[in-house]
Nanobody, 126 residues
Framework: QGQLVASGGGSVQIGGSLRLACAAS????????KGWFREIPGKDREGVAN??????RFADSVKGRFTISQDKIKRIMYLQMNSLTAEDTAIYYC?????????????????????WGHGTQVTVSS
């Protein structure tokens, strides 16, 4: 399979916004679930949001603040992050997995994802 390349991380003030992008040219929107995860040092990697054949799901901690979308032609997945808080500071990863690997509720489990991009750091501070 091809690469997943994440970009768009950086530093932002509390209350600000960032948009992450994940180039996933080898991963069709119709056959792969794609997701965003984040990791804070010393903590487990957690699922943030995912998109499965157009259906989007979000962790409770980001609902109403983050949106996930994808450009089906360019095969780029986006994570728009608004109203950022210090608790959103983490390394963010994009990932993909074949649709059959994910049943309802399993889309947030990192262990169900086969393909990972490198991380991009997001730092939110006052």
């Amino acid at each position: 399979q091809g690469q997943l390349v994440a970009s768009g991380g950086g530093s932002v003030q509390i209350g600000g916004s960032l948009r992450l992008a994940c180039a996933a040219s080898a991963y069709s929107h119709s056959t792969f679930v794609k997701g965003w995860f984040r990791e804070i040092p010393g903590k487990d990697r957690e699922g943030v949001a995912n998109i499965d054949r157009g259906v989007t799901r979000f962790a409770d901690s980001v609902k109403g603040r983050f949106t996930i979308s994808q450009d089906k032609i360019k095969r780029i997945m986006y994570l728009q992050m608004n109203s950022l808080t210090a608790e959103d500071t983490a390394i963010y990863y994009c990932a993909a997995t074949p649709v059959p690997n994910c049943s309802s509720g399993a889309r947030f489990a990192p262990t169900n994802y086969n393909f990972w991009g490198h991380g991009t750091q997001v730092t939110v501070s006052s």
